[in-house]
């Protein structure tokens, strides 16, 4: 089992930066695959970014493609989110997951993650 800790939200205006952290409890976290989701007041989740257990595949949300990374460090426990030119639709709390598995895929559907943070608010400004 692991528990996530989001942390890194908060309020920036458009074009601005932000990075998200996602720190996990727990020693085998080097076999878990990690990823990003986000839910804006009124909508349903939706996948950011994710990043498989070896660190070597991710994948992204054609909208946030380009200006959002996804990243591990194992030493550390934690998966970062840096997110660039960020846009007032980019407005949401901000969720960190985990799925148990070392799959070459990267898993982009909510289901498929068993572990969730508590979620961290990112505010853009126009």
């Known amino acids: 089992q692991v528990q996530l800790v989001e942390s890194g939200g908060g309020l920036v205006q458009a074009g601005g930066s932000l990075r998200l952290s996602c720190a996990a409890s727990?020693?085998?976290?080097?076999?878990?695959?990690m990823a990003w989701f986000r839910q804006a007041p009124g909508k349903e989740r939706e996948f950011v970014a994710a990043?498989?257990?070896?660190?070597?595949?991710?994948d992204y949300a054609d909208y946030v493609k380009g200006r959002f990374t996804i990243s591990r460090d194992d030493a550390e426990n934690t998966v970062y989110l840096q997110m660039n030119s960020l846009k007032a639709e980019d407005t949401a709390v901000y969720y960190c997951a985990a799925k148990y598995g070392k799959s070459l895929r990267v898993a982009v559907a909510d289901y498929e993650y068993n572990y969730w943070g508590q979620g961290t608010q990112v505010t853009v400004s126009s």
């Open positions: 727990g020693r085998t976290f080097s076999y878990y695959s």
């Open positions: 990043i498989n257990w070896s660190g070597r595949s991710a």
